[in-house]
């Protein structure tokens, strides 16, 4: 009697709902709020994010000062007093002076000046853009893996019991001579391995937490609330990839880390006109107003004078000219460099399409095909363990093949998701998933 009731108990088991993750439970792939509030305070909080901003605010505030006019000078003095008493008035030559003068740049330099801060502001946003949409893509990577360990631990759980059905069961015949020894032997392997399992689910959850956690600036410790993984609602949720081709146009058009390269470049050709600039002449406006005090009883008139200096640039050769050609290799190299990540964003893009195709694609064969011939096979042999026809390690064989499948089908949803994130923020203009 006991024995029937054990085979009853593990029949309820395996014949259960396989996985802990309801659909009801679940969100659509592009709608989870909870991916999506934890982005948004990742935004807020992320010290890579402040940084940049912060950085953002630099540079903008640079652009005007850049573009001013050096301040103008001004000089006050007294000049030939008499000695050795310095007297003021013992001479027609004594008068006190107040100059003020005025540097004023070789026209088109100003503008120039401005133009390179203005090219490097442009880069800080892009910069910080490309922050978050990388925030954005770690995050949502770091939340998958999470949901990914939670339901692999949960559905490790249901596994755990049923194999410790499956040991009592095992023992109880061994002992009443209805089953060899192997079966418990077998029965308590397969459940240790599935110990072992356990802690490295354990661990995975712990690290997935930790990165969670780093990126919106909180202890490693601190609880998420987390959406379990339906790879059935997934499957349902996917839609069809668009050509790689006008994937890759869309992110050559709207990605940031390219609009970054392109204001390197703007700022490299702007510098090369800073320094053609630097080698023509400057001017200097000066006036100067001189106090004549009264000498001898007489008093002399004052006297006021104006000049204009001009810089020669003698030295061009040896500065402006060479600092106008490092300013052509520094553009050369940033056109280089823009090109380069022309061509690793096309990687990205071209390697992100394919992983989200290739994880549809084997996402709905696990879901359509794989997930219910293992359920359907556990379902038949457990029909046949009944009857006596089938032996119990077959039992235990087409049960941990359908509980690898299920973990399979949950780890490829949750990779698919992460990538189709991955895949929006290299081609989108929106920083959320």
Known sequence: MQVRQLILTVSALVLASPGPAHAQRSAPVAGD???????????ARNPTVAQRQAAVRAAT????????????????GVMDLVLPHFEFNQSDFTEADVEVSQEIPWPGSLGARSGVMRAAAAGARADEATVRRDVTTAMAVAYYRLSYAVTALATLRHQRDLLEAAVQLSTTRY?????????PLQAKLARDRLRSEGFALES??????????ALRNRAPGDSVAVTPIDPVVVRGAATPVNPADSLVAVAL???PRLAAGRAAVEQATRTIQVERLGARPDFTLSARYGYRPVAFGFNFPDFFSAFVGLRLPIWAWRKQNRLADAARADSTGAAAGLRDAELQLSRDVTAAAARVQASQQRLALLVDAVLPNARGTVESVLRSYQVGRAEFLTLLSVEDARYRAELEAVAVAADYQAQLVMLRQLTAGETQP
């Open 33 to 43: 709020s909870g991916l999506q509030s934890l982005v948004a305070e990742a935004l």
């Open 204 to 213: 995975e959850r712990v690290a997935a937490l930790a990165a969670l956690n």
């Open 175 to 183: 002992a009443t001579g209805a089953a060899p020894q192997s079966d």
């Open 61 to 76: 505030l640079r652009v005007r000062p850049a573009g001013s006019l050096p301040d103008p000078m001004l000089t006050v």
């Open 253 to 255: 058009a709207m990605h």
